[in-house]
Each structure stands twice: as C-alpha cells, then as structure tokens.
C-alpha cells in the first residue's frame, strides 16, 4: 500500500459533522459560509446540511493551469459583488486542508479587508508541519477536523474510480490500526 492518506466521501461527511457541532459548541453563530474552491465546494455544501446559512464560493489557485506553482495565490473568482454582504457579518471560512496555509491566509487577509464582525476557520485535515504563513490575530477560531503528519491526502472527489479509493481507505484504516469515524 502507497504512503498516501485515503479520505473517503462518508469521512469526509463524519469530518464535517464533527466541524459543525465544534463551531455551534463554541459559541460562533455563522452568518454566511464562505467556500475556498475548489477543495472546500463539497465540505461546504455538506456542513449546510448542519448549519443552513447562504454559501459563497470563492476561488483561489496557488497553482496555473500548467500545475506550475505561482508566486502568490491568486484569485481565480471572487465575490466582489457581494463584499458588502461581509460587513459585520460572522463568516464561517471552510476549505479542505490547511497545507502550506498559503491560501488560506491570504483568503483570511483578503476577506478581513470586507470587515466582517469575525471570520471562523474550519478545514478537514491540518498538516502538522512548520507553515509558511500564520493566520492573522484576527483569527481566533480554526478548528481542523483532524491533525495528521504531513502526507499526500487522496480526496474523493479526485478518484476516478471512487469503489478502489473506498477500498483504499478502508485497508489504510486496518494497516494503521486507526479508528474510523
Ligand atoms: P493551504 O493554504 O490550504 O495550506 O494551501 P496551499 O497553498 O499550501 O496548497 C496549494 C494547493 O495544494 C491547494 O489546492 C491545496 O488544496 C492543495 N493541497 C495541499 N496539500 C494537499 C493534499 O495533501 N492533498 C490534496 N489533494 N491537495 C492538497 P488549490 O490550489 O486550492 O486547488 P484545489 O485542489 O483546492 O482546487
Ligand atoms: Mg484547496
């Protein structure tokens, strides 16, 4: 078995339902949810199910279409128009993985400029590894659903055949001896 990290689309469901009963937990009641493409479309559309507020769907790349690193993350989409509807709202900033937190700090940055009341971050897995950017002091909620080392993780919405990578899970589980969620 590779040395990858299978999530499959029930964990990544069980992920998400743990994220919405930490944030409502811990006081945070969201406004909106602000989605990172395009990692954070599915999670985002699942916690909805949890905590039914509007989506918007921002896009942001670290990477060309060549696969070529960029300098700096750069927006693909954004929700200019709607900047306004950020003000003094409580944002609940979901994405997939808190990597390099490159991205994910700039989106912060970007969207702390629309002065909303306060910005939560959620993420499915947080690579524990030394970041190349820190979230601004702004950010006192980031909530990852689950902490792993620093591997190479095999979402399910990339899987061309979503049964093996099912079935890959399930043996990584076993081999690890993790418990499934
Ligand atoms: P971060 O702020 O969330 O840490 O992101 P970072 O800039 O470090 O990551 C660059 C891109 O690499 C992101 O994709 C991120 O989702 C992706 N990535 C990082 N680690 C992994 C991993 O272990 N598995 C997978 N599948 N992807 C990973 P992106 O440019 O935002 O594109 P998209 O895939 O979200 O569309
Ligand atoms: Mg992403």
Known sequence: ?????????????????NLAAKILGSGFDPDVIVAIGSGGFIPARIIK???N????????SYYGVDKKHRDHPTKIQW??????????????????????????AYCVGELLSYKPQEIAVLVL??????????????????YPALEIEDKWIKYPWD????????????RMLEETGEVRI
């Open 125 to 142: 897995h947080n690579k524990l590894k030394k970041k190349d950017v820190e979230f601004p002091p702004e950010i006192r909620r980031y």
């Open 53 to 60: 507020r509007p989506i918007y769907a921002v896009g942001i």
């Open 49 to 51: 199910t949890f905590i």
């Open 159 to 170: 899987a061309e055949d979503i049964d093996e990578h099912t079935e890959l899970e399930r």
């Open 1 to 17: 078995m590779d040395d990858k990290f299978y999530v499959s689309y029930n964990t990544v469901h069980k992920l998400v339902k």
């Open 79 to 104: 929700i200019d128009e709607v900047a306004d509807q950020l003000r003094g709202k409580n944002v609940l900033l979901i994405d997939e993985v808190d990597d390099t937190r490159a991205t994910l």
